[in-house]
């Protein structure tokens, strides 16, 4: 630049705004440390970092500042029905996740599903010596990230448009594999595709429940390192896959049978008519102490567990009163139903909740009383003592090849969960 030539006047909007973008994003980051500290696993300095350099508001046009570094996923598309088909995912779930994944520099990375937002900080974790493919069945998906990628300075990342069920076998072998889309089975392309110490984080619906699971790879099988609550769109192309689902009173409720008891909606239709039979546990927790294990302890010691949801309107009818009415475990035998009821407040300080059991039907006293003792077996046996561990084995494993435990069979998997003693 000559000496006396004046310099270019900076766009004052996008000045205003990178600033307050900027800050929105130190809270953020901020916010979600926070949450982790909570959860007892601090967020990685290496995380941290590649959250507060990439300009989440450039990977999701459109929506405001607010909304971008909210705490929620931003939509970037539905159905016609109104269906969420692809998201940038929320801030806390993606910090999680990589946590899960345990990303080194100069690894070589393959996501499914794609946003951009994500793959960026893949990217900067990989650094410059790694590689980062993100692929989408969805072109228009695929080609929102890729305009996103290289307007915020990430045209290294590869962007390739497929069924993620087959993997990108081209960019292969991966050091670590992360599906940010809801899967319904672990199809063997993923494993192969992994190197021999490779690591895949999943969202996986195994008896209802949806985890983010971090599996490792030992030979054909995985092995589960960790596991998370989390909640992902459903899978599109041929890992698709059709839930058991049945609806009762219009489709105010549902129970959703995934791997789980065949269920007759005209008895339980009857069954929910009746009144209403409760059991209390005398099992407390404090407010904001996590006990997301108890769900997924239930459904895999427990036969004729499913889960249940319900419409807003249902609750305000009493129609029933459940936990939580996206998703709370219950039991069905025969013509009777039991769930997890709506925690009750017990004491005087205002913090304190006991579980119990609501049931209806023929059975609903026994069916009842049996949910509340197992409540009780769990805090005596399992609560703070065990965790679960996933093993994922090939289809084709006999029954006497797999470890003990809940064996739940995929099209292409045979999963097989059960429960330690932490070895650390
Ligand atoms: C939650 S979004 C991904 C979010 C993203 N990783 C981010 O950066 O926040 C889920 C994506 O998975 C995609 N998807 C669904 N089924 C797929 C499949 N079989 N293969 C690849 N992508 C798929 C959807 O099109 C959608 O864009």
Known sequence: MQENQAAPMPN?????????????????????????????????????????????????????????YG???????????????????????????????????????????????????????????????TMDIDAEVVDRARQCLDRAGYGRVRTVCGDGVFGAPDFGPYDRLIVTVGAEDIPASWINQLTSQGRMVVPLRTRALMRSWALDRDGDRLVSRSHLMCGFVPMQGVGSRQRARVDLQGGAVTLW????????????????????????????????????????????????????????????????????????????????????AKQRPVGDDGDTFEFGAFAHGSDAQRLAALLAERFRVWDSHVRGRLKPQMEVCPSSANDRDLPSGCVVDKPHSRIVLSWHAPTT
């Open 257 to 340: 049978a995934d791997e789980g008891p065949e269920v007759d909606a005209s008895v339980l239709e009857e069954a929910l008519s009746s009144p209403r039979v409760q059991a209390w546990s005398g099992v407390t927790r404090r407010r904001g102490e996590p006990f997301g294990d108890l769900d997924l302890w239930l459904a895999t010691t427990l036969e004729g567990t499913c889960v249940l949801t319900a419409t807003q309107d249902a609750v305000n009818r009493s129609v029933v009163a459940p936990s939580w009415r996206l998703g709370t475990p219950a039991l069905v035998e025969g013509a009777s139903l039991a769930y997890r």
């Open 12 to 68: 004052a909007t996008a000045v205003h705004t990178d600033l307050e973008a900027e800050a929105r994003r130190a809270a953020m980051v901020e916010r979600i440390k926070d949450r982790q500290r909570t959860l007892g696993a601090p967020l990685p300095t290496r995380i941290e970092h590649a959250l507060t350099v990439v300009p989440r508001h450039l990977f999701t046009p459109g929506a405001r500042l607010e909304s971008a």
């Open 71 to 133: 705490d929620g996923a931003v939509i970037t598309k539905t159905d016609a029905c109104g269906v969420n088909l692809s998201s940038v995912s929320a801030p806390a779930t993606i910090a999680s996740m990589l946590g899960q994944l345990a990303v080194e520099p100069g690894q070589r990375v393959l996501e499914i599903g794609s946003g951009g937002y994500n793959a960026a900080l893949l990217a900067e974790l990989v650094g410059p010596e790694g590689e980062v493919t």
